[in-house]
């Protein structure tokens, strides 16, 4: 059972979020936390738009970090280690939190005591402001139950990050994962519950932003998976090095259509585009759960695979600086909001 301190602590994290974290942070303020008292904090690296004062401004607890290569697990670190809740919600400065996800996830960890994370549903707040929002929706649905790992929103065990030692803020990218197969190393589980949690304001409208996010992945697989290779969970080893196949794949095949073509050969083209519808068809056979909308599962069948590309560049690029004896520097993908 819970401690009965009857304290949660909400951090948020941001960077350069505009309203986004004004909205965010009155999400905060005016949800329902299960009759406990809701400190919140805020964690700023290194902003240039005034989040720091316009979230003082609104009762928030303000710290503000600047580390050489900013990163959410520095925020979050700094977060939980300044909280004084026995339960800590992270949140991402562009998120909402709904109103009564606390109650439901805070019931969860006090009828089991395995659990140390616990985190909900995520969605976007405009799926139809853009083709990537609507599409990139869909890879925040997950069944409910145990799950390998949550999300950058969750509510943890303050007990669990101390005696975990918290997120690893040497990591620019896929610090969950890499905190959350250490916690299941510890013998704690991650639940997955049929709640909804926060709203998303991905706010992509750029193939850049899509590229870059997708990008980010990588990264996360070659590194994290780094850390966790010859352990006995490595973590992210298989999906590294299959999305080495299947990136390479996808490149090959965008490449080789049109050369075929070039080359007059109009039948190798068009046996590799009805090998590709194929497997196309078969991704959004396999989604159809996510979602009603025929359009949208298309789209995303084709997101799953054209993904491939960058997450491929990402992993690449940062075998390369370490060849090299580099440190990639935060892989952003959003533009400010004022």
């Given at each position: 059972m819970l401690e009965q301190q009857p304290v949660?602590?909400?951090?948020?994290?941001?960077?350069?979020?505009?309203?986004?974290?004004?909205?965010?942070?009155?999400?905060?303020?005016?949800?329902?936390?299960?009759?406990?008292?809701?400190?919140?904090?805020?964690?700023?690296?290194?902003?240039?738009?005034?989040?720091?004062?316009?979230?003082?401004?609104?009762?928030?607890?303000?710290?503000?970090?600047?580390?050489?290569?900013?990163?959410?697990?520095?925020?979050?670190?700094?977060?939980?280690?300044?909280?004084?809740?026995?339960?800590?919600?992270?949140?991402?400065?562009?998120?909402?939190?709904?109103?009564?996800?606390?109650?439901?996830?805070?019931?969860?960890?006090?009828?089991?005591?395995?659990?140390?994370?616990?985190?909900?549903?995520?969605?976007?707040?405009?799926?139809s402001a853009s083709l990537y929002n609507r599409v990139l929706d869909l890879d925040w649905v997950y069944p409910a139950g145990d799950t390998a790992?949550?999300?950058?929103?969750?509510?943890?065990?303050?007990?669990?990050?101390?005696?975990?030692?918290?997120?690893?803020?040497?990591?620019?990218?896929?610090?969950?994962?890499?905190?959350?197969?250490?916690?299941?190393?510890?013998?704690?589980?991650?639940?997955?519950?049929?709640?909804?949690?926060?709203?998303?304001?991905?706010?992509?409208?750029r193939w850049r932003q899509y590229w870059r996010r997708a990008e980010r992945a990588g990264h996360a697989y070659a590194e994290v998976s780094a850390l966790f290779a010859g352990s006995s969970s490595p973590?992210?080893?298989?999906?590294?090095?299959?999305?080495?196949?299947?990136?390479?794949?996808?490149?090959?095949?965008?490449v080789a259509v049109p050369l075929t073509l070039l080359a007059g050969m109009p039948e190798v083209a068009m046996a590799a585009v009805v090998a590709a519808a194929a497997v196309i068809g078969r991704s959004v056979w396999r989604s159809r759960w996510k979602s009603a909308n025929a359009g949208t599962l298309l789209a995303y069948a084709l997101h799953s695979h054209l993904q491939q590309v960058p997450i491929l560049w990402g992993q690449l690029a940062w075998r390369w600086a370490r060849r090299r004896g580099q440190v990639r520097k935060l892989i952003e993908y959003k533009a400010p909001q004022s």
């Open positions: 949660v602590s909400v951090v948020v994290i941001g960077r350069n979020e505009g309203d986004r974290l004004l909205q965010c942070l009155r999400s905060v303020q005016s949800a329902d936390a299960g009759g406990r008292t809701v400190e919140l904090i805020y964690v700023d690296s290194a902003s240039q738009d005034g989040s720091p004062e316009r979230a003082a401004a609104l009762g928030a607890r303000v710290l503000c970090v600047s580390p050489a290569r900013p990163s959410a697990a520095t925020g979050r670190n700094a977060g939980w280690q300044a909280a004084s809740g026995t339960c800590v919600l992270f949140l991402d400065g562009d998120t909402v939190l709904e109103r009564d996800f606390l109650p439901q996830a805070l019931r969860e960890l006090e009828d089991s005591p395995d659990v140390a994370v616990v985190w909900g549903h995520r969605r976007e707040i405009a799926p790992f949550c999300g950058g929103d969750a509510l943890f065990r303050r007990s669990v990050l101390e005696r975990s030692g918290g997120f690893d803020d040497a990591l620019i990218a896929g610090e969950e994962p890499e905190l959350c197969a250490r916690l299941r190393a510890l013998g704690y589980r991650i639940r997955h519950i049929d709640v909804p949690m926060t709203r998303h304001d991905l706010a992509m409208t973590l992210w080893s298989r999906e590294s090095r299959r999305n080495f196949w299947h990136g390479g794949l996808v490149l090959t095949g965008l």
